[in-house]
Every structure is written in structure tokens, then in C-alpha cells.
């Protein structure tokens, strides 16, 4: 029964597209997180949601738009791919903020053509 | 920015102890130290965590520096499914997420 699941874990798509990714955790955990994984293998935090609201929002282009409709789903919708969204993202969950252990899905690697 | 420093890659024997360095000379007095690793083509998984005292658990054991400048992850037995990139994190207590740097890659040979 996996903890942390996301869909799709493969998206192949073209430039100027919309798609989502979604995130579940059946963890019952209070926040969850996107993060994203370049080439370079460098994992940066993304958004960080919190009982639905938000609460980490980095320096992420607003084509990026994170979805809560409970805390246990965080979704990831972005508008006009471009080359350079191409990636593996990752969804986290913990029970606190901060200093609780992240449990990571397995990802969702995303190719824009 | 994760404001510690790792070694890029290391490699080790099966079955003999690992000891992966992290240096956090700047850490603060409020900053957790957070291991974690990432097997190929998956997503990290928590490893262990420490404020001051060192900390033991069934995957590995962390060490931390009396002045708190340096930590060791220590893997007592190494196996083939050990081979991962280890990234060692600081955060304080002040609501922000994980970070994570580079890493160092661990190579395991049989």
C-alpha cells in the first residue's frame, strides 16, 4: 500500500501544453510538497502546502500552479510547458514542517518536445 | 542553498562500515542535521536526523561533532543496495522545507 503516490509517472508531452500531476498520501500528514529534480540531479523545493494552504512558494514561474482540495492530495498543474520544465518531480509528505520526515513518492519524470 | 559540504562520490567494500563526512561549519544552534538517500531512479528516503546527541537506527547511525560543525553518517555493514547518493541537510526549526545539495554518490562494490 504505497504511502506516497503519484500520477503519471511518466509524462511525455508537447512545448505549449497544459498537464497535472497529482499527488495522493495516505499518511495522514499535515503538509505536502512538490519538488523538482533537473538534469543536474539537483532536488530544489518547490511549493510546500500545509492543512491546504500554502505556505512555500519559491521562486517558481507562475505557469506552476499547485492545487490542495484536501490535505491529503497536493496536485501540480502547469500551463505552456516549455523545454526547460523537463524533469522528475517529486511529492513529499510529513506530519510537521520542517523537522518531520519527508516521505517521497517515487516521481513523475516530465519531457517537454 | 544547503549550506553543508560533501564529498561527491565515495566508494566502499560490501560488507564493511561506511562513514560518509558532512560539513556544516555554519550551522546554528537551532538546526537540525538530516540524512537522506536516493536509490536510482527512485525517490529519497529518510535515513536519520540529529540535533546534538548522536543518533542510532536500524539503517545507519549519525555522529555528530562536539561544536556541531561536522557530522558523520555511519553505515555499519555495506550491501550492493546501499549504492545511493547521500545528501546530508540542515534546517532550523522555522518552517521552512528540506533543501537538498548534491550529494555524495556511494559506490558499493562486491
Known amino acids: 500500500d504505497t504511502a506516497v503516490s503519484q500520477t503519471p509517472k511518466y509524462l511525455v508531452t508537447q512545448m505549449g501544453n497544459d498537464k497535472s500531476i497529482k499527488c495522493e498520501q495516505n499518511?495522514?500528514?499535515?503538509?505536502m510538497y512538490w519538488y523538482k529534480q533537473d538534469s543536474k540531479k539537483f532536488l530544489k523545493i518547490m511549493f510546500s502546502y500545509n492543512n491546504k494552504e500554502l505556505i512555500i512558494n519559491e521562486t517558481v514561474p507562475n505557469r506552476f500552479s499547485p492545487k490542495s482540495p484536501d490535505k491529503a492530495h497536493l496536485n501540480l498543474h502547469i500551463n505552456s510547458l516549455e523545454l526547460g520544465d523537463s524533469a522528475v518531480y517529486f511529492c513529499?509528505?510529513?506530519?510537521?514542517?520542517?523537522?518531520?520526515?519527508?516521505?517521497f513518492g517515487e516521481g513523475s519524470r516530465l519531457t517537454v518536445l | 542553498d544547503a549550506k553543508t559540504t560533501q564529498p561527491n562520490s565515495m566508494e566502499s567494500n560490501e560488507e564493511e562500515p561506511v562513514h560518509l563526512p558532512c560539513n556544516h561549519s555554519t550551522i546554528s544552534g537551532t538546526d537540525y542535521i538530516h540524512w537522506y538517500r536516493q536509490l536510482p531512479s527512485q525517490g529519497p528516503e529518510y535515513v536519520i536526523h540529529g540535533l546534538t546527541s548522536n543518533v542510532n537506527n536500524r539503517m545507519a547511525s549519525l555522529a555528530i561533532a562536539e561544536d556541531r560543525k561536522s557530522s558523520t553518517l555511519i553505515l555499519h555493514r555495506a550491501t550492493l543496495r546501499d549504492a545511493a547518493v547521500y545528501y546530508c541537510i540542515r534546517n532550523s526549526n522555522s518552517g521552512y522545507a528540506l533543501n537538498f545539495g548534491k550529494g555524495t554518490s556511494l559506490l558499493v562494490t562486491p
Open positions: 513529499a509528505s510529513s506530519q510537521v514542517l520542517s523537522t518531520g520526515e519527508l516521505f
Open positions: 499518511l495522514g500528514h499535515d503538509t
